[in-house]
């Protein structure tokens, strides 16, 4: 019987050349096998991308062709889409030779590749300075804008505000040095994304400072600077920018100051913005609804989110994304539909860590804890942190104290979490609510942080219903100082429990206390909608 081929020729792209040895057809083909393995890996599978440059590399040293240098930038480019930097420097170092000054100044393409591995495998920015200084001084690299550009893009997406700044500072010292960053002709990308790294360091006069330098913006020009007010939360500074200075506003702007309003507390400005880019004649997006949805979610507007899911599933599967299901669930929970939200989520044909959380938290929030739970046992991706909260307050609302200490203890030897302060502070308010003062108040003293005022008011609560007014009075002293602005309201339930106990002295104290203070208790707020939003303040 004839021998099944094996597996792995299902990898190979089609038609490929014959595997002569050392022949021009065996560059060939090694050539587009590196570069179907290259799609692959973009298309979401690096560790098969990691596999076949194993191989492949192994071909090249094999069969000669070292020097080929088109067939290492391949190489490369496949190291940099699986995100090997280790690999990708050994390539490259054993294809350019240590740069000699009398010598002419190498390629850049090879010397880009790797900075593009380098950003692709998340290094710091420190690793990336390092690694393109390195380049420049013992190779000759001559940094062009692919250079800048790939730079500047890794440094704006990592971590830390503060951090970037410095480094953004001298690569903007050394594009300008190179010619990339100048007023009178510069390239419009590189200083497109030096305002995108201005604007992730929080440093808006830098951002607009070289936008203004700008020759020729160019539209994605245009919508960096009005992203960069929204992202420094100059929401008002962004929408003057977009209706007076713009001198043309695409799906791209309009949905950026959409997002700005939903995400900053505007939630009827987004709307209205929406209904001024229907007016517009722009068509909207997958992104532009999910906008519009969060919008929707704060003002409890359930009728306008119904349309936006009618209008989604109008334009079919095309323009549905996990992010844009996500955000359907998330605005049936808020707007009080969670038999809506759960049958979105049981339709999705794809769901993310961010989709069990959120149906797992809709039904915390709406009384449905056990529901909560069982829905957790069944989940099928890993959970975070986010996640791992909202199954501590499952556990409260249930009463299962004894899951909710075992989930606790749990999080870093099972799933790799470590405990932030809300889920410390959600287990102290779990044993307060039942009654464990004692141990709850062990827990905020063995906290690796600074208890807040969210732990603090779940002692106090817990006071309240056990009756220990001793307790009592010193924590309210402590929300006091970290509360001031709340201070009032804190008072007045230490003066109710003395109240309650018949201690009218004290209770008399404490008020005086609120008198002197000058202060208000805050006053209740209700959103409310019926075809239109109005607060409703008690």
Not at 147 to 174: C, D, I, Y
Not at 270 to 280: N, Q, S, Y
């Amino acid at each position: 019987m004839p021998r099944d081929p094996p597996r792995r020729a299902a990898l190979l792209p089609p038609n490929l050349p014959p595997h002569i040895p050392f022949s021009r057809a065996l560059q060939q083909r090694l050539y587009l096998i590196a570069q179907h393995l290259s799609r692959s890996a973009r298309g979401g599978s690096p560790s098969a991308a990691g596999r076949g440059l194993d191989q492949l590399h192994a071909q090249l040293l094999l069969n000669g062709f070292a020097h080929k240098r088109f067939l290492f930038a391949k190489l490369l480019s496949l190291a940099a889409a699986a995100a090997d930097l280790p690999r990708a420097e050994s390539l490259f170092l054993s294809a350019s030779p240590p740069h000699h000054p009398a010598a002419p100044a190498p390629s850049p393409t090879l010397a880009n590749l790797l900075l593009r591995a380098a950003a692709a495998s998340g290094a710091a920015p420190p690793v990336l300075l390092a690694l393109f200084s390195r380049l420049v001084a013992r190779h000759g690299l001559r940094p062009n804008a692919f250079s800048f550009s790939t730079l500047l893009a890794a440094l704006a997406s990592s971590a830390g505000a503060g951090a970037r700044l410095p480094h953004a500072h001298s690569l903007h010292a050394r594009a300008l040095v190179a010619g990339t960053v100048a007023p009178s002709g510069g390239s419009g990308h590189v200083m497109t994304s030096l305002v995108d790294v201005y604007a992730a360091a929080r440093q808006l006069g830098d951002a607009r400072k070289v936008f203004d330098e700008m020759p020729g913006k160019s539209v994605a020009a245009w919508n960096c600077m009005l992203a960069a007010y929204v992202r420094c939360g100059e929401l008002d500074a962004a929408l003057r920018f977009f209706g007076h200075e713009m001198p043309g506003r695409d799906a791209v702007a309009w949905t950026t100051v959409i997002s700005g309003c939903a995400n900053s507390g505007r939630a009827a400005g987004a709307v209205e913005l929406f209904m001024g880019m229907r007016k517009a004649r722009v068509k909207d997006d997958a992104v532009t609804m999910v906008a519009l949805l969060t919008a929707c979610a704060e003002l409890g507007d359930l009728e306008l989110g119904r349309w936006v899911h009618a209008r989604v599933d109008g334009d079919g599967r095309q323009r549905r994304t996990v992010l844009l299901d996500n955000a359907l669930i998330h605005m049936y929970v808020k707007c009080g539909a969670v038999e809506d939200a759960f049958h979105m989520f049981l339709m999705m044909p794809t769901r993310s860590t961010i989709s069990w959380t959120t149906m797992i938290s809709g039904l915390v929030m709406h009384g449905r804890a056990q529901e909560a739970l069982d829905l957790f046992h069944r989940m099928q991706e890993r959970p975070d942190g986010a996640t791992l909260l909202a199954v501590l307050r499952a556990c409260s609302h249930a009463g299962r104290i004894e899951d909710g200490r075992r989930y606790f203890e749990s999080m870093e030897r099972v799933y790799g979490i470590t405990p932030e302060i809300e889920h410390y502070g959600c287990m102290v308010d779990m044993l307060c609510r039942w009654r464990q003062l004692h141990e709850a108040l062990e827990l905020v003293e063995k906290m690796p942080f600074k208890p807040n005022e969210g732990a603090w008011g779940a002692i106090l609560s817990g006071c309240r219903r056990e009756g220990n007014l001793e307790l009592a009075a010193k924590v309210t002293d402590i929300l006091v100082e970290l509360q001031p602005e709340r201070a009032a309201g804190h008072l007045v339930l230490l003066s109710n429990m003395y109240a309650g106990v018949g201690q009218w002295e004290q209770a008399l104290m404490v008020r005086e206390r609120v008198a002197a203070l000058n202060a208000e208790k805050p006053a209740g707020r209700s959103w409310v909608n019926q075809n239109e939003s109005c607060v409703v303040v008690a």
